[in-house]
């Protein structure tokens, strides 16, 4: 009986320490682990995220791929042709600082969500509009 009280005490309190502010409440993997892999942007949601959204209508595919050793790319597709940008990435809590190489632009992001397949997160920095970038995970 003491056993389960204490298992019940400790996955409530790691159920209440959500990292990111829309979830997910609890997982096994780091955010490091669940950030790995190659994401596609799906939606965009606040101000002018119109303008974006004819972009995905349109058929453009806007990709972020974020190596575990924190390298990566950040690109599109579109009528059979693909162009992309490398970066270095580090995630620091709910932070991710994108650093593009080749260049002087580093990028500071708020994630938003993280799970498996889900990612939301918002371009933070002065004069920018709060605008959340929602991607899916490919397979």
């Known amino acids: 009986l003491k056993f389960v009280l204490i298992c019940l005490v400790i996955l409530v309190a790691m159920s209440s320490c959500n990292r990111f502010e829309e979830g997910p409440a609890f997982t096994l993997l780091s955010a490091k682990a669940r950030l790995t ?3 596609e942007i799906v ?3 606040g101000p002018d995220s119109e303008d ?3 972009y995905l209508n349109d058929g453009l595919k806007w990709f972020f791929e974020f190596e575990k050793e924190g390298d990566g790319a950040f ?3 579109y009528d059979g042709y693909q162009y992309s940008n490398l970066f270095d990435w580090e995630l620091d ?3 991710l600082e994108i650093s593009f190489i080749g260049n ?3 990028r500071n992001w708020e994630i938003q969500r993280l799970t498996n397949k889900e990612l939301e997160m918002q371009l933070k920095g ?3 509009d709060i605008m959340t ?3 899916e995970k490919e397979d």
């Open 126 to 128: 002065q004069g920018v």
């Open 75 to 77: 690109g599109y597709r």
């Open 104 to 106: 002087s632009i580093t």
């Open 133 to 135: 970038w929602v991607f």
């Open 37 to 39: 892999g190659e994401w």
């Open 43 to 45: 939606d965009f949601v």
């Open 52 to 54: 974006y959204l004819d």
């Open 93 to 95: 809590e709910d932070e």
